[in-house]
T-cell receptor
């Protein structure tokens, strides 16, 4: 049973437009959600996170939205830049679990 | 220093070899992790050390043996691996709760 799902394996957007990456989860015990970005041959790097007590967190061009009732979160990147082209992983953790569960990732391509 | 350093970056080994992967962080993080990642797949948790004690073993075969000599170092000892163990091995660290800081990984090929 996959507890964190990213249903879109890939997304292509034009430079300057908005990129929206989606993530769904099934475990209601998850209370902390993170997005990581990964370039080829590198480890993932942390991008932005959100606690379950919030519904929105913003950091520059990146905003994460959390809809707890729908068990859904999304990452908005605006404006998108070619350097944003990477694989984006959604991850979730539950208090006391000591680990994060990752989604399968979405490959974002931003075209100049 | 916000880096997690992994060595070696690449490793090729035969099925009878013994090798070790090394990981180091100087951020004062008390949790350290080993992940395995195959191409086009998410990182898959293998082991978690919390305050230098093994807290999670995700049913990893015994041919993988983790070791945490001190709060800054994490090793993964490899012995009698199979070709299907070929993957990118990622080390990460964190405060007990929070975001993970990943190293660049060791690309392992088992022949």
């Amino acid at each position: 049973d996959q507890q964190v799902k990213q249903n879109s394996p890939s997304l292509s957007v034009q430079e300057g437009r908005i990129s929206i990456l989606n993530c769904d989860y099934t475990n209601s015990m998850f209370d902390y959600f993170l997005w990581y970005k990964k370039y080829p041959a590198e480890g993932p790097t942390f991008l932005i996170s959100i606690s379950s007590i919030k519904d929105k967190n913003e950091d520059g061009r990146f905003t994460v939205f959390l809809n707890k009732s729908a068990k859904h979160l999304s990452l908005h990147i605006v404006p998108s830049q070619p350097g944003d082209s990477a694989v984006y992983f959604c991850a979730a953790s539950a208090e006391g679990a000591g680990k994060s569960t990752f989604g399968d990732g979405t490959t974002l391509t931003v075209k100049p | 220093d916000t880096e997690v350093t992994q060595t070696p970056k690449h490793l090729v080994m035969g099925m009878t070899n013994k090798k070790s992967l090394k990981c180091e962080q100087h951020m004062g993080h008390r949790a350290m992790y080993w992940y395995k990642q195959k191409a086009k797949k998410p990182p898959e948790l293998m082991f978690v050390y919390s305050y230098e004690k093994l807290s999670i073993n995700e049913s990893v075969p015994s041919r993988f043996s983790p070791e945490c000599p001190n709060s800054s170092l994490l090793n993964l000892h490899l012995h009698a691996l199979q070709p299907e163990d070929s993957a990118l091995y990622l080390c990460a660290s964190s405060q007990p709760v929070g975001k993970l800081f990943f190293g660049s990984g060791t690309q392992l090929s088992v022949l």
